[in-house]
């Protein structure tokens, strides 16, 4: 029997799904309450705006929370950052409204919602020469850092992958290739840094697709 082969998108700054573009136009800018021309009913009670605002407070732990939550759906699998399953997640994250909230809006609002968390999750820029380009400096245990230094990625061997898809397996995390998880991507830093695994979970999610693409580089095991 033939095998089957599927393919793999890794996003970066200049390689997407046209069907995507859409989503990938902005510049970096602050996020904004989405304006209902018509209200939104839910529960009884009228929605004329959806604040999203505390999008930008999620961090790398809430990704990687919600797609754990999300990988059981098909369209999370190889497409996990412009789902609307995880749009949809990710939202009720940040604002505290019960995950029914978007999935029972009308489809014109949830994709309006669904593009406001991918501009906060796509990938946007990626590392250069084995160092993690943050986005804005992040302080962690007393030091500020602007960029992570990656390239200890070449002296890792089999075993470290080993060990990061065994704690994949500990903790229920299932994906058809480990890169494609986020706390894979998240061990695997951290193992060629030398930095703590809770230093990367912490980062601001808008991190969270470059730490992935970094991992999943062709250059990142040297």
């Not at 970066?12 to 510049?27: D, G, N, S, V, Y």
């Not at 990704?63 to 059981?72: D, G, P």
């Not at 990625?153 to 058809?176: F, G, K, S, W, Y």
Request: glycine share 6%.
């Amino acid at each position: 029997m033939p095998r089957q082969r599927c393919r793999v998108w890794i996003y970066t700054k200049t390689t997407r799904p046209p069907e995507q573009a859409a989503f990938l136009h902005r510049k970096e800018q602050t996020m904004e309450a989405i304006k209902l021309e018509t209200p939104y009913v839910f529960e009884d009670k009228e929605y004329t705006e959806i604040d999203l605002t505390d999008l930008e407070k999620l961090k790398v732990k809430d990704a990687i929370a919600a797609q754990m939550k999300v990988m059981q759906n098909p369209s999370a699998v190889y497409m996990l950052e412009y789902s609307s399953v995880y749009a949809m997640q990710l939202a009720a994250m940040a604002t505290g409204k019960p995950l029914e909230f978007y999935q029972l809006m009308p489809v014109g609002l949830a994709k309006k919602v669904r593009g406001a968390v991918a501009n906060m999750v796509v990938l946007t820029s990626q590392s250069e020469g084995g160092k993690l380009k943050l986005d804005a400096p992040c302080t962690y245990k007393g030091k500020t850092y602007s960029e992570v230094d990656l390239s200890g990625a070449a002296q890792l061997n089999t075993m470290d992958v080993i060990n990061a898809e065994n704690r994949l397996a500990a903790e229920n995390h299932v994906a058809p290739e480990p890169g494609l998880d986020y706390l894979y991507c998240v061990i695997m830093a951290a193992r060629a840094s030398g930095m703590d695994e809770e230093f990367f979970a912490e980062l601001p999610i808008k991190e969270a697709a470059k730490i992935k693409a970094a991992v999943n580089g062709s250059g990142f095991f040297g």
